[in-house]
Every structure is written in C-alpha cells, then in structure tokens.
C-alpha cells in the first residue's frame, strides 16, 4: 500500500469521490448499469413467487454481490462474501425474538383485558425495541465483515447491548414527542455505526457537527404534517364512501374492493413522495458526516422513491433488484469528497 501513493494521488484528482487511508488517496468508483440488472430481477423474482419469498435470502445476496462488484476502489472492486443461508437464519432469529413478546402482549390483552394486559404490552414493546436495535447493529456488522476489498473485509467497533438500550430509549423519545425525535435517533445511529466501521486497521471519521449543519427538521416537518393532513384525507374517504358504521369487507362489492385497493395504493405512493425530502435530507446529512458530499434535489428523490414504489407495487415484488441497483446509482452517482480513516 504504501508504495502506491503515486498511483493514489492520481485517482484522486481524477475523482471526485475518494478514500484517504494513512494519507494515501484511494478514489472510490462506481459502474452500476440498472438496465442489467433486469434480467437477475426477473430470474430472482420468479424465484420468490415460486417459494413464496423463501428464495429472496439467496437473491438478495447474489444482487449484493452483483452491486459491490460495480463499485470499487484504487480501481479495485469490492467483494460481497454473504451467502442466503446466514441472511435466512438471521430472519427466523429475529422473527421469533419478536413474535414471542407480541404473541404474549396480544394473548395477555385478551385474557386480561386493555387494562391488566396493558403493563405485558408495554414490557412487550420494549422487549421487540431492543431485539430490533440488536437487530440493526447485527445487520450492519454483518454487511461490514462480508464486504471484502483486496481480501481485507471491513470491521465494526461498539457493543451491541449499548446500541440496542440506546435504540430503546430513542424508540421510547420518538413515540413521546409524536415521532419529532426521530431526526435525532437516526443521526446517532449513524454516529455509532458508520463511526465504528475500521478498515486497514484504521477508524472513519464522523464528524457530527458537520451532519448537523445538514438541516433535516423542515424536511421532516413536511412529511410529519403530511402523513397527518393524508391520514385524514383518506379516513374523510372512507367515512364518506361507507358510511356509518363501515361496511363488511365480506359483502363488499367489487367495485367497492377495487375503490379500497386503489385508495391504498393512492396512499403509499403519496407517502412515498411526502417523506422524499427527509430521506434526501438523511442521505446528505449523513454523507457530510463522513466527509462527503451529497447533494440531492428533493424533487429528484420524490421521482426516484415514487417510481421505485410504482415499480414494486407493479411487478410484485418481482423487480425489487432493479430498483435497488437504480437507487444505488442514483446515490453514488451524486457522492463526491473525501472519507477520511484514523
């Protein structure tokens, strides 16, 4: 490595995106072609009609292997070394750590009724809370360690307890502010997570107070309002096409099942488009705390994140690797600066 540093300070002026390790610049580069990405959707989606998404664990790692094989670095490219089986037993771990505490808080406020089952509830909403932070910090480390670059994979430094106690009082902030400390909760965790990651021995940087000066909150403002200006929107809908009291789904009428299917996909596609400027917002936010920068029009996040919905929606899940290798290089494409390790 250290005899390259010629080769490094020429990418770098090349590149507006790079990697310093030791001072050494390592441009980073990407060649993500959505368009060939079709196919594997395609092939993989037919896959998970047929096993009913059992397959989608194995599709999943073969599109990320497909993906970080696209991008690279000193001209280089990653390597993804997951595999099906592992993403699998990591979902059935987390689905059971789950379902237990939900099936106790449902069966305990059945028995007990809202009032005695209520305390089983709450103690089950803050089991399910740490299980998803542990989830998250399992998530990320394990992506971390299957990304590979010249045979070096990627580390995470941090404890998983801290980080799913810290996810429970955040999960517990955001339901009592009405989810306004949501903003808050993702950029500490992209402080604990993406500030743990080590490579070559050495640690990224990120610099929080460079992710703050990224403003989410009139971002998130629009979504936050908007979800509840829709919300009311399509219960006036539903109130006005039913009636008093609503109508029973088991003699609805077609055109009246048709009128509720085409309400909800109305719903996911205008939230979808509502919160586009926060998740804009968030990418760039959390870019500027690595050192980098992101620019991203919301309006251009709206078509990306409303075309992806639509495209979801339409195939059945089917496209679901296009839409991810077309938002990769929607984001990586408008990626420029420098990470800095150490």
Known sequence: MTGSSPVAGEYMSRSGSAIAVNGLGLAFVQNI??????????????????????????????????????????????SYVGGGRELFLGFVL????IGGPLLAALLAVQAWGPLWGAPVAVAAWLVIAFVEGVGRFGAFLYTASRTEWRRVHFE?????????????????????????????????????????????????????????????????????????MLLLLVGGVLLGLAG????????????????????????IVALTAIWAPYQAARNSSTAAGLGFSLPICW????????????????????????????????????????????
């Not at 008093?244 to 719903?267: Q, W």
């Not at 679901?320 to 290798?325: D, L």
């Open 33 to 78: 072609e959505p368009r060939g990405f079709l196919r594997l959707s395609l092939k993989h989606g037919l896959l998970n009609l047929v096993t009913l998404t059992g397959h989608r664990f194995w599709g999943q790692s073969k599109v990320r292997r497909r993906i970080w094989g696209s991008m690279g670095l000193y001209g280089e490219p990653l």
């Open 94 to 97: 987390k689905a059971l750590a």
């Open 156 to 228: 995470l430094h941090g404890s998983p307890l801290d980080f799913a106690l810290a996810h429970v009082r955040d999960a517990g902030l955001t339901l009592a502010t009405r989810g306004w400390w949501l903003p808050m909760a993702h950029r500490r965790q992209a402080h604990c997570l993406w500030g743990g990651l080590t490579f070559m021995g050495q640690q990224l940087h990120f610099d929080m107070k460079a992710a703050r000066r990224r403003h989410v909150y009139s971002a998130f403002a629009i979504g936050w309002f908007g979800s509840v």
């Open 244 to 267: 008093l009291p609503p109508p029973d789904l088991g003699s609805a009428t077609a055109g009246e099942i048709g009128g509720l299917i085409a309400l909800a996909l109305i719903a």
């Open 299 to 342: 309006w251009d996040m709206a078509r990306l994140s409303v075309g992806n919905a639509l495209l979801r929606l339409a195939s059945l899940g089917v496209l679901c690797p296009y839409v991810q290798a077309r938002t990769s290089a929607f984001m990586l494409r408008r990626l420029g600066g420098t990470l800095w390790l150490g």
